[in-house]
């Protein structure tokens, strides 16, 4: 849902990614596109405005409205082939739903998502988040990781035990112990392109990404230093992702640190009741 700077799919091997740049969406034809895709938004969003409260939440012709997203995120939400845009296709349904409202009240800032849902509801913005999780196109398979094995083995490090004596969570301790997610609101990790999850972590590093609070991510990511942020996405991005990929119904333990896309989910949440 955040797309990579042209720059940094072309960057050569070895070339430092410059984390305190914001990302941007080039602008050929994007007014275009997204007047394009508001109003096939918009016409959703107002059938599902005169949907009455007791009848079911599915909006006729779900698929071709999302024709507005798919011009982006790929056939079925899947994703480009280059990258540059994220799979949405299968994610937990909470966490899709979270990231446009992120992105609806700022929380995230991409001038074309602020635009495109900057004036729709909850509900359907729910609905959207209902298709795109429903969703479960094959992924590819995986690039292979253009960095040294000490590096490799370091990313597997941080990925699976975390930095206990800094206070950085291992990612497997919230996002699942074989990196699936876990529903409703925390998201898989595999299948994503290097560069996007350094993307993603930059952002949070210099505050252009931001989630409810307590905002987990953002505090970890800070945490980072950008040659740990590397290493722990090249071994992420190498990984394949197993056929049965679906994230986990629940959490098997509380979550080591509090997150508002899991409220009341940590174990410190869990002894304040």
Same mark, same amino acid.
């Given at each position: %849902?955040?797309?990579?700077?042209? *720059?940094? /799919?072309?960057?050569?091997?070895?070339?430092?990614?410059? &984390?305190?740049?914001?990302?941007?969406?080039?602008?050929?034809?994007?007014?275009? $596109?997204?007047?394009? +895709?508001?109003?096939?938004?918009?016409?959703?969003?107002? +059938?599902? +405005?005169?949907?009455?409260?007791?009848?079911?939440?599915?909006?006729?012709?779900? *698929?071709?409205?999302? #024709?507005?997203?798919?011009?982006?995120?790929?056939?079925?939400?899947? *994703?480009?082939?280059?990258?540059?845009?994220?799979?949405? +296709?299968?994610?937990?349904?909470?966490? $899709?739903?979270? /990231?446009?409202?992120?992105?609806?009240?700022?929380?995230?800032?991409?001038?074309?998502?602020?635009?495109?849902?900057?004036?729709?509801?909850?509900?359907?913005?729910?609905?959207?988040?209902?298709?795109?999780?429903?969703?479960?196109?094959? &992924?590819?398979?995986?690039?292979?990781?253009?960095?040294?094995?000490?590096?490799?083995?370091?990313?597997?490090?941080?990925?699976? /035990?975390?930095?206990?004596?800094?206070?950085?969570?291992?990612?497997?301790?919230?996002?699942?112990?074989?990196?699936?997610?876990?529903?409703?609101?925390?998201?898989? $990790?595999?299948?994503?392109?290097?560069? &996007?999850?350094?993307?993603?972590?930059?952002?949070?590093?210099?505050?252009?990404?931001?989630?409810?609070?307590?905002?987990? %991510?953002?505090?970890?990511?800070?945490?980072?230093?950008?040659?740990?942020?590397?290493?722990?996405?090249?071994?992420?991005?190498?990984?394949?992702?197993? *056929?049965?990929?679906?994230?986990?119904?629940?959490?098997?333990?509380? $979550?080591?640190?509090?997150?508002?896309?899991?409220?009341?989910?940590?174990?410190? #949440?869990? #002894?304040?009741?």
């Amino acid at each position: %849902m955040y797309p990579l700077r042209p *720059a940094l /799919q072309s960057r050569k091997r070895g070339a430092r990614m410059d &984390y305190n740049r914001p990302m941007r969406l080039p602008t050929t034809n994007m007014k275009k $596109l997204a007047a394009a +895709a508001l109003g096939t938004l918009i016409a959703g969003g107002a +059938a599902m +405005a005169q949907t009455p409260a007791d009848k079911p939440r599915a909006i006729p012709g779900m *698929a071709e409205r999302m #024709a507005a997203c798919i011009a982006c995120h790929g056939k079925e939400g899947r *994703a480009t082939a280059d990258g540059y845009y994220p799979r949405i +296709a299968g994610k937990p349904e909470g966490y $899709l739903l979270n /990231q446009l409202q992120s992105f609806r009240d700022g929380r995230r800032r991409y001038p074309m998502m602020n635009y495109l849902l900057g004036h729709l509801s909850d509900d359907y913005l729910q609905q959207i988040a209902l298709f795109f999780a429903d969703q479960h196109p094959p &992924y590819p398979p995986p690039v292979p990781a253009d960095v040294s094995a000490t590096v490799l083995e370091r990313g597997r490090l941080l990925v699976s /035990q975390g930095k206990p004596a800094q206070g950085i969570a291992a990612c497997a301790s919230c996002h699942g112990a074989g990196l699936t997610g876990v529903q409703p609101g925390i998201p898989g $990790l595999l299948g994503l392109p290097r560069d &996007y999850i350094n993307a993603q972590l930059g952002a949070w590093r210099n505050g252009e990404r931001t989630a409810k609070a307590p905002d987990c %991510m953002g505090e970890i990511a800070r945490a980072l230093s950008p040659e740990e942020i590397n290493a722990a996405s090249s071994w992420l991005s190498s990984q394949p992702v197993p *056929a049965d990929y679906a994230p986990e119904r629940v959490l098997p333990k509380p $979550l080591p640190v509090a997150c508002g896309s899991m409220p009341g989910s940590s174990a410190s #949440a869990g #002894a304040a009741r």
